[in-house]
């Protein structure tokens, strides 16, 4: 059986590769470069207006970004039908090695931003801070009620993410050390949904991105029961005492096409760093 | 017919007209463009069952193999057993579950959650739609006036063309927050909501159904209801109801097939948690969102990728099972109403 999935695959990715060929002689007889980016909902807005300011400054390029869910994104790599896979988690050895084997090309991780994953609570309740202990129980199912981390006697409304979502796999490894989330969290299609859901949920807790954060209360995160509540600003996360920061990544292959070094190089420089701050989300420490 | 051309052909060159030779020439090839309109009704109507089967073929193409693979070195943790599909999952630190998490260190497969979920939505759908559906149709059978019924009928049929985002769209922002606030309710997104909203996708498919059993009824069993002094509404509950009673059931079996399948309204409108309980005001996952979901990023030939294909499976086969029953019950009630009449 295994030797007849890897048969597949071969023929599969054989034939891919020509494809991959014959759009990539297209590609380079046509003046105007074509770059897709698919990948993490997370990252969408921002590969949005890297994609918009980047294209009034160079025409020539055209810069496609779709969302999905980073491992949508890698997926997409895997089968060579994106030339930049958007991940708010880092590949996983094994993604790297179906990537590598099919496309026959190494795989680059750049680090284009930094994170602070935000957990989010209606603007009524007051709770201000949680500790990462604590969020793991309320994820896990055996805190259930508000009233036993210091909110009124209510119960705890969970909102997560799919789980193709780079955000729900962060989450799940950090704060629930691997653990499973309860059957009770509601799985929203992106990071938006679960921002609308907290809104409108006065007992609601959920985590996405912090560009997302608008119209409800951002908590402040203790990562354990004694450390000092730390908010999720950009010294914060650049330095790490922010116990959920993480990185926002780009995968390409080695050896793309300049337009796609070109596009890279811009993202990493001063210009596309602003729209990191610009969007919510913050630079990579220099 | 073979032998009728030859024939025909004999009896024109016996007369010698030239004209008949041409109607002759002319019947000829109106045979010949019937045998291919003929031939291409006949292999359509093939090609669209061959298409079906292979659906079939396909989709236990990808999902069996569950059945016989045995996992790859490293990788047993992700295997498959009949044990993980129905079976509850232990834990050390909280009491043991039915969970679906199919993207875990150890995934869990548990398809129970999802197959009470759907119930729970499907049920909410019918118990919602099959009153107001079947109501709707006897009003409009037996004593809306004739201008009337041609307002209502249409109307409600326009319903089935309702595209079902919209449904769900309408029920994520507005009916979950009607039901919520009028309900008391600590979950937004619910079984009752989904259900709902899953409803009105199904009441045009009772309605039409259950109208059409009701114009079945032969008008010779009203007329001898007036006859015996009944009035209309003794005659259409006593009399003409009952006779239509199994054309409605089936109506109600083909809505709860269409509600299992539907997808659109229940992925946005029902939470999407996995949790295994019969209480109605809890999010549900169901079978046919969770494809919906989940098949877009999972890594071909994967455990995940083949259980989402046995999901599908389930789906085919019990909406194949409803339906057909369905579709049986008419045909014999109609059988047997016509058979009625004519004796």
């Given at each position: 059986?295994?030797?007849?999935?890897?048969?597949?695959?071969?023929?599969?990715?054989?034939?891919?590769?020509?494809?991959?060929?014959?759009?990539?002689?297209?590609?380079?007889?046509?003046?105007?470069?074509?770059?897709?980016?698919?990948?993490?909902?997370?990252?969408?807005?921002?590969?949005?207006?890297?994609?918009?300011?980047?294209?009034?400054?160079?025409?020539?390029?055209?810069?496609?970004?779709?969302?999905?869910?980073?491992?949508?994104?890698?997926?997409?790599?895997?089968?060579?039908?994106?030339?930049?896979?958007?991940?708010?988690?880092?590949?996983?050895?094994?993604?790297?090695?179906?990537?590598?084997?099919?496309?026959?090309?190494?795989?680059?991780?750049?680090?284009?931003?930094?994170?602070?994953?935000?957990?989010?609570?209606?603007?009524?309740?007051?709770?201000?801070?949680?500790?990462?202990?604590?969020?793991?129980?309320?994820?896990?199912?055996?805190?259930?009620?508000?009233?036993?981390?210091?909110?009124?006697?209510?119960?705890?409304?969970?909102?997560?993410?799919?789980?193709?979502?780079?955000?729900?796999?962060?989450?799940?490894?950090?704060?629930?050390?691997?653990?499973?989330?309860?059957?009770?969290?509601?799985?929203?299609?992106?990071?938006?949904?679960?921002?609308?859901?907290?809104?409108?949920?006065?007992?609601?807790?959920?985590?996405?991105?912090?560009?997302?954060?608008?119209?409800?209360?951002?908590?402040?995160?203790?990562?354990?029961?004694?450390?000092?509540?730390?908010?999720?600003?950009?010294?914060?996360?650049?330095?790490?005492?922010?116990?959920?920061?993480?990185?926002?990544?780009?995968?390409?292959?080695?050896?793309?096409?300049?337009?796609?070094?070109?596009?890279?190089?811009?993202?990493?420089?001063?210009?596309?760093?602003?729209?990191?701050?610009?969007?919510?989300?913050?630079?990579?420490?220099? | 017919?073979?032998?009728?051309?030859?024939?025909?052909?004999?009896?024109?060159?016996?007369?010698?007209?030239?004209?008949?030779?041409?109607?002759?020439?002319?019947?000829?090839?109106?045979?010949?463009?019937?045998?291919?309109?003929?031939?291409?009704?006949?292999?359509?109507?093939?090609?669209?069952?061959?298409?079906?089967?292979?659906?079939?073929?396909?989709?236990?193409?990808?999902?069996?193999?569950?059945?016989?693979?045995?996992?790859?070195?490293?990788?047993?943790?992700?295997?498959?057993?009949?044990?993980?599909?129905?079976?509850?999952?232990?834990?050390?630190?909280?009491?043991?579950?039915?969970?679906?998490?199919?993207?875990?260190?150890?995934?869990?497969y548990n398809l129970v959650p999802l197959v009470v979920g759907t119930l729970k939505a499907t049920v909410v759908a019918v118990l919602f739609a099959a009153p107001l559906a079947i109501l709707a149709a006897?009003?409009?059978?037996?004593?809306?006036?004739?201008?009337?019924?041609?307002?209502?009928?249409?109307?409600?049929?326009?319903?089935?063309?309702?595209?079902?985002?919209?449904?769900?769209?309408?029920?994520?922002?507005?009916?979950?927050?009607?039901?919520?606030?009028?309900?008391?309710?600590?979950?937004?997104?619910?079984?009752?909501?989904a259900g709902i909203a899953l409803g009105l996708a199904v009441i045009p498919i009772i309605f039409t159904v259950s109208e059409d059993a009701l114009t079945a009824v032969p008008n010779s069993y009203r007329?001898?209801?007036?006859?015996?002094?009944?009035?209309?509404?003794?005659?259409?509950?006593?009399?003409?109801?009952?006779?239509?009673?199994?054309?409605?059931?089936?109506?109600?079996?083909?809505?709860?097939?269409?509600?299992?399948?539907?997808?659109?309204?229940?992925?946005?409108?029902?939470?999407?948690?996995?949790?295994?309980?019969?209480?109605?005001?809890?999010?549900?996952?169901?079978?046919?969102?969770?494809?919906?979901?989940?098949?877009?990023?999972?890594?071909?030939?994967?455990?995940?990728?083949?259980?989402?294909?046995?999901?599908?499976?389930?789906?085919?086969?019990?909406?194949?099972?409803?339906?057909?029953?369905?579709?049986?019950?008419?045909?014999?009630?109609?059988?047997?109403?016509?058979?009625?009449?004519?004796?």
């Amino acid at each position: 059986m295994i030797g007849r999935e890897e048969n597949y695959l071969m023929r599969y990715s054989m034939r891919t590769m020509a494809l991959a060929a014959a759009i990539l002689s297209l590609a380079t007889t046509t003046s105007a470069g074509q770059l897709t980016i698919k990948g993490s909902d997370t990252m969408v807005i921002l590969g949005q207006k890297w994609a918009e300011v980047y294209m009034q400054k160079t025409p020539a390029t055209k810069i496609q970004v779709t969302g999905g869910g980073s491992g949508t994104g890698i997926a997409a790599l895997i089968n060579g039908t994106t030339d930049i896979a958007e991940a708010s988690r880092p590949m996983k050895a094994e993604e790297i090695g179906q990537a590598e084997s099919r496309q026959k090309r190494k795989v680059k991780e750049i680090t284009v931003a930094l994170d602070g994953l935000t957990v989010y609570v209606n603007k009524s309740s007051p709770v201000e801070a949680l500790s990462l202990p604590q969020l793991r129980k309320i994820f896990t199912g055996q805190i259930t009620n508000w009233k036993e981390i210091g909110g009124p006697d209510a119960p705890i409304v969970l909102y997560g993410r799919e789980n193709n979502s780079g955000t729900y796999v962060f989450f799940k490894e950090h704060v629930l050390q691997n653990d499973d989330y309860s059957t009770r969290m509601q799985t929203m299609p992106g990071t938006a949904s679960v921002v609308n859901a907290v809104v409108k949920d006065k007992n609601g807790i959920g985590y996405g991105g912090a560009a997302y954060a608008e119209g409800l209360k951002a908590l402040k995160i203790r990562k354990d029961d004694l450390a000092p509540a730390v908010e999720g600003n950009m010294e914060t996360v650049q330095s790490g005492r922010y116990g959920l920061s993480r990185g926002l990544y780009f995968y390409t292959f080695d050896g793309g096409s300049p337009e796609l070094d070109q596009f890279v190089a811009w993202v990493l420089g001063p210009e596309g760093q602003q729209v990191v701050t610009d969007v919510g989300y913050f630079p990579v420490k220099k | 017919m073979a032998g009728v051309l030859p024939e025909a052909a004999r009896i024109a060159r016996a007369t010698g007209a030239a004209r008949s030779e041409r109607v002759i020439a002319r019947s000829r090839l109106s045979r010949l463009a019937e045998r291919i309109v003929e031939g291409g009704v006949f292999l359509s109507a093939w090609i669209a069952i061959l298409v079906i089967f292979l659906i079939f073929v396909f989709i236990g193409r990808e999902a069996l193999p569950l059945l016989w693979d045995t996992p790859q070195p490293g990788l047993e943790a992700e295997a498959v057993t009949l044990d993980r599909l129905v079976g509850p999952t232990y834990y050390s630190d909280r009491p043991p579950a039915y969970v679906w998490q199919p993207v875990s260190t150890v995934p869990k497969y548990n398809l129970v959650p999802l197959v009470v979920g759907t119930l729970k939505a499907t049920v909410v759908a019918v118990l919602f739609a099959a009153p107001l559906a079947i109501l709707a149709a006897i009003f409009s059978s037996e004593f809306a006036p004739r201008w009337l019924r041609e307002i209502i009928k249409p109307t409600i049929e326009l319903l089935a063309g309702l595209p079902s985002v919209v449904l769900g769209f309408f029920a994520l922002m507005v009916l979950a927050s009607w039901l919520q606030d009028l309900l008391g309710l600590t979950f937004r997104l619910n079984a009752l909501n989904a259900g709902i909203a899953l409803g009105l996708a199904v009441i045009p498919i009772i309605f039409t159904v259950s109208e059409d059993a009701l114009t079945a009824v032969p008008n010779s069993y009203r007329e001898a209801s007036y006859a015996l002094g009944a009035n209309q509404w003794e005659t259409a509950s006593r009399i003409v109801v009952p006779a239509a009673v199994p054309g409605m059931f089936a109506g109600v079996v083909l809505g709860f097939g269409r509600a299992v399948g539907e997808t659109m309204v229940v992925l946005m409108a029902s939470g999407n948690a996995a949790i295994t309980s019969w209480n109605f005001v809890e999010p549900v996952r169901t079978l046919s969102a969770t494809i919906a979901a989940e098949l877009g990023e999972v890594v071909f030939g994967s455990p995940h990728y083949r259980v989402l294909f046995l999901i599908g499976i389930l789906l085919f086969a019990f909406t194949f099972v409803v339906n057909l029953s369905g579709e049986l019950y008419v045909r014999r009630l109609k059988e047997r109403l016509e058979g009625r009449t004519a004796g």
